[in-house]
């Protein structure tokens, strides 16, 4: 990448994940080293990924919409404005709720190793949002998933 750069959120190559939502990326196919920077929307009853723990923290806001948290085996609601800070180690996953899109930011650290478990859980599950055998490789996790295919970005993706 280089240096430092300004993108616009409207200018970036958008993605449709298929059951995990749609996002954007600002890091253009190369991931930032120290620090993840992710945005996207999520459909009620789409999880923006797999229920999982990791080395690193993370932190969520739910710009607009409402979600369904799932945090170590509990379900919590988020709303707009909610911050959700993950500790390494907290298994999490969220998952769209409501009866529109939400907007999502998520971040978190990148630094040191990235071991990530995706443990089954039958919440998780229950939501379609969880493995049906632990593992650890990502691969392996998200097998069923569709490839995430770039589509041209739409206002219907920002918040109102």
Known sequence: ????FIRNIREVQWYDGGTAGVYGDFEQGERFAEFGFNFGVVWPGQ??????REDHQEGFLVLSGECLLIVEGEERELKQWDYLHCPPGVAHIIVGAGTGPSFLIAVGGRVGPGNTVYPVNPVALKHQAGVHRQTNDP???????????PVPFREE???G
């Open 1 to 4: 990448m280089g240096g430092w």
């Open 47 to 52: 999880p923006v990924a797999l229920y999982h």
């Open 139 to 149: 691969a392996e996790a998200y097998a069923s998933f569709p490839r995430p295919k």
């Open 157 to 159: 993706f920002l918040p």
